[in-house]
């Protein structure tokens, strides 16, 4: 843990006073407070003003706020603006405006610097309080505004720029003005008496994971009842500490298992679809047979096998459950499939690559545009086999023979980082 060593006056004045309003059940924004929230709740600002580094990171805590409705910890993660610049050159506007499948939105963020949110474990005088939620803003210098809107005259109002709460944040804190600032505020409930004094504080940061990408390949099912499977070559994000380029094509293979029953032989496909995919067919049913495919963790390196066994279309009817007047994409693909080893869920899925149909209104062309209403229609996949997994396709309305798929594991990016904090000044009863 290391002390902050550069405090301007205007830090030094906020030490003392802190003239921040913060409460309980508030984010930076101030929204989700009602009238009662704003009366009864607002904290007592216990100055902390320590700064760390989190595997090359500056982290800066600069306040505790205690009360009896519960705690909350503002924490200020510095993003040097070289991060930041080199962002924004493999992400330029046009790039950022051009965003479509899912995996887009994953990939950017897990790119930009300013979107690597992270949680914490805190325990005051050795009590432990449990984390009710997180909100998190940022703030950026008129240079990185600039570079992202690509105008080399100041942000206008309908261009990029500060929220007034940032502005507020790095005011109230005395922050350093020539770096980018990453600003998360954490809310805890009081699982014991409050405490509202604390003497010592612990904290367990630990880095909120982010999805990966690890591979993909394409299911078409034909009116024969027949399935192929079209393996693609995987690539790995560089925010993982990978460079962005396929893995060894000997990583990933299709093998067929040898069937246990005596249910109808799988056959070898020779189809080639382009030069970095691979496919084999099998019957569409369920046996012990299935194919196998070989994907690498992004992190760890380690090998996991991926299993498919079906992928059959189906339609779900929303009549009776739905929006009046609003018609739903009902034509899904359920594909079963296992993992081996053993990876848990929350880990490891599978998902549709593409975001399916929207819900619109009744008397709405085909070709018009969807309601203002529910974005997305989603189904969650089940299976009463314990060791089998489903994954649901996005939803259509009418039936698609072809869903490409995308193999995701949730990674951490960083260790966990213990801090404690034994020096609090003392403090008088909070009201």
């Not at 610049?85 to 499948?101: E, G, H």
């Not at 008496?193 to 909120?208: M, V, W, Y």
Request: with cysteine.
């Amino acid at each position: 843990m290391l002390p902050r060593t550069t405090k301007n006056k205007e830090s030094k004045q906020n030490e003392k006073e802190h003239k921040m309003d913060v409460y309980h059940n508030g984010n930076f924004l101030g929204t989700g407070l009602t009238g009662t929230d704003r009366r009864r709740t607002k904290l007592k600002a216990i100055p902390v003003h320590r700064t760390f580094l989190w595997e090359g990171q500056e982290l800066f805590i600069p306040a505790l706020y205690t009360g009896r409705a519960g705690a909350v910890l503002d924490v200020c993660a510095k993003i040097p603006v070289e991060e930041m610049a080199a962002f924004l050159r493999k992400w330029p506007k046009k790039r950022r405006l051009s965003l479509k499948t899912p995996q887009d939105y994953e990939q950017i963020d897990a790119d930009n610097p300013s979107c690597r949110n992270f949680l914490a474990d805190m325990s005051l005088d050795d009590m432990p309080l449990k984390l009710g939620f997180s909100s998190s803003i940022n703030w950026y210098p008129e240079p990185v505004f600039r570079m992202g809107n690509e105008n080399p005259v100041p942000a206008q109002d309908d261009e990029w720029s500060n929220d007034k709460a940032a502005d507020m944040l790095m005011t109230a804190y005395g922050c350093d003005r020539e770096s980018c600032w990453h600003f998360v505020r954490l809310s805890f409930h009081w699982i014991g008496t409050p405490i509202l004094s604390p003497h010592k504080a612990t904290l367990d940061f630990r880095a909120q994971q982010i999805p990966v990408t690890a591979g993909h390949f394409t299911t078409i099912t034909n009116t024969a009842g027949e399935l192929r499977a079209f393996i693609d070559q995987p690539t790995v994000p560089s925010s993982v500490g990978h460079p962005m380029q396929p893995l060894p094509s000997s990583d990933l293979s299709t093998q067929l298992s040898t069937p246990i029953s005596q249910c109808r032989q799988p056959s070898i496909s020779a189809v080639q679809p382009d030069s970095s995919t691979e496919a084999v067919s099998f019957p569409a049913e369920i046996s012990e047979t299935g194919i196998d495919l070989k994907i690498i963790h992004p992190v760890t390196g380690r090998e996991y096998t991926v299993t498919l066994y079906e992928c059959r279309q189906t339609r779900h009817s929303f009549a009776g459950i739905g929006a009046e007047g609003v018609l739903y994409p009902e034509y899904c693909h359920m594909l079963s499939y296992r993992v081996s080893p053993e990876i848990s869920r929350e880990l490891f899925d599978i998902r549709d690559c593409a975001e399916g149909d929207h819900p619109r209104k009744a008397e709405t062309p085909e070709e018009s545009c969807s309601t203002q209403g529910a974005a997305a229609v989603f189904l969650a996949g089940k299976s009463d086999i314990p060791e089998m997994r489903m994954a649901a396709s996005s939803m259509h309305f009418e039936p698609v023979s072809e869903i490409k798929w995308r193999m995701v594991f949730q990674v951490q990016t960083k260790a966990n980082r213990k801090i404690l904090i034994t020096d609090f000044p003392s403090q008088s009863s909070c009201p």
